[in-house]
């Protein structure tokens, strides 16, 4: 970081100190609606903490003094292996919030991914002209509507389809009972009191407040009121979504179709055998199932059963280039970041979001420089120590 950079940069030199400025800026309740998980926080913790257990085996005598982090994904070329993930409601972390993110990412040349929650609607998003881009969808009681969102993808020029497949059942993410925040979002008494205390984020969304809604679900001539909206796409999920819907979508979208929510390795091998594009290896950032693994922790047996048939993503808990570079050398093509883009949005808007793909630029190109590897395409299994769990030494 250079003396001239403004104080907030000079301040948020990793991810971690961009979320402890994110937690001073937010009203308790909307950080805590990013910043937690589902019950006790086990899988969500358990995340991060996998990392730890990956150790990267150096060679610097490789000697280099360039890298090259970019990766092709489904034709695009992307300058780093970082794409944004998707989450629902990031315009209530900083004004046309969703808008801010996907132009940073463009401008930084990787992908962004819409939230079937997004404030924005489909096609207001594209209208900002950011690329590539994807969406994200779920199964609907009414599966006439997941149609009608792949379709209007598809109208709007979007480059890719996520199919969510572990959300049909919302998690119990205690903190929001806690602070009174629900989707809609609402604010109970003690949530009312920490908000009073954070003046810029009320300033800025003042305007905004009111209009906080789930952009992709209002109909036509309907009000657009965020309680009428999210009871209605509450009730929409249908838990009983099967293999079958999975090949529905698979012939009504035509581009790349993701599944997202993947973690058993017969569920991935499925996938790829009924013609799905990529997969997206998660634990919904431990906010759906408390108790399952962290998503480092299967990609090796994900990445066996896939054996090279379709690109292998992942997201959960990476907090340093080094996480992607270690994701990487255990067989994962790209990493989705989802909270550090809010924490980004929160500080500084679309140059908060293009600051944290800038750190994770950094990190894993140092990362690299100081395993001796020069590109992506050579970051392989050799890079990670013998592990019992992980991988071995050649
Ligand atoms: C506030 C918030 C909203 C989210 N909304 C969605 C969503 O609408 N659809 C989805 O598939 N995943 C959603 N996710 C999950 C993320 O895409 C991602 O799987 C998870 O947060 C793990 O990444 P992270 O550890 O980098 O946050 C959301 C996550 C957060 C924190």
Redesign the pocket.
């Given at each position: 970081m250079t003396a001239q950079a403004p104080e907030w940069k000079r301040q948020a030199y990793s991810i971690a100190a961009m979320r402890v400025m994110a937690r001073t800026t937010l009203p308790r309740p909307v950080f805590d609606?990013?910043?937690?998980g589902a019950e006790d926080e086990l899988t969500?913790r358990r995340?991060?903490k996998a990392f730890a257990a990956v150790e990267l085996l150096p060679r610097p005598l490789n000697g280099t003094s360039e890298r090259d982090l970019s990766i092709t994904l489904f034709g695009k070329r992307l300058s780093l292996p970082v794409l944004i993930?998707?989450?629902?409601?990031?315009g209530l972390f900083w004004p046309d919030g969703e808008r801010c993110a996907a132009r940073a990412a463009s401008a930084s040349g990787t992908a962004y991914?819409l939230?079937?929650?997004?404030v924005c609607t489909i096609e207001q998003l594209a209208e900002c002209g950011a690329a590539p881009r994807w969406m994200?969808v779920?199964i609907y009681k009414d599966r006439g509507f997941t149609r009608e969102l792949a379709e209007r993808a598809a109208k709007a020029g979007y480059d890719a389809l996520?199919l969510?497949v572990?959300?049909q059942l919302t998690g119990n993410r205690e903190r929001d009972i806690r602070n009174g925040f629900s989707i809609p979002p609402q604010f109970g008494l003690a949530g009312l009191a920490g908000m009073a205390l954070k003046a810029e984020w009320l300033w800025r969304m003042r305007r905004e407040i009111g209009r906080i809604t789930f952009g992709n679900y209002v109909r036509p001539g309907e009000a657009s009121n965020i309680k009428m909206v999210a009871g209605r796409m509450a009730a929409m999920l249908d838990p009983s979504m099967s293999w079958a819907d999975v090949d529905e979508l698979r012939k009504i979208w035509r581009g790349p179709l993701l599944l997202?929510?993947i973690l058993h390795r017969a569920e991935a091998k499925n996938a790829v055998e009924r013609g799905i594009d990529g997969l997206?290896v998660?634990?919904?950032?431990?906010?759906q199932l408390d108790g399952a693994p962290a998503?480092i922790a299967v990609l090796p047996s994900i990445v066996e059963a896939v054996a090279g048939r379709v690109p292998v993503l992942l997201?959960?808990?990476?907090?340093r280039g080094g996480d992607v570079v270690k994701a990487l050398a255990l067989g994962a093509q790209a990493w989705?970041?989802?909270?550090?883009?809010?924490w980004g949005l929160a500080i500084a808007g679309e140059a908060g979001v293009a600051h944290m793909l800038e750190l994770y630029r950094q990190e894993m190109s140092r990362v690299m420089g100081l395993c001796g590897i020069a590109r992506v395409a050579d970051i392989g299994k050799d890079l990670v120590f013998s592990h019992p769990k992980y991988g071995r030494q050649p």
């Open positions: 609606f990013a910043d937690g969500l995340n991060e993930g998707p989450t629902g409601l990031a991914c939230s079937h929650g997004s994200q779920f996520v969510t572990d959300n997202k929510g997206i998660s634990n919904h950032g431990g906010r998503s997201d959960g808990g990476v907090r989705l970041v989802a909270r550090p883009q809010l």
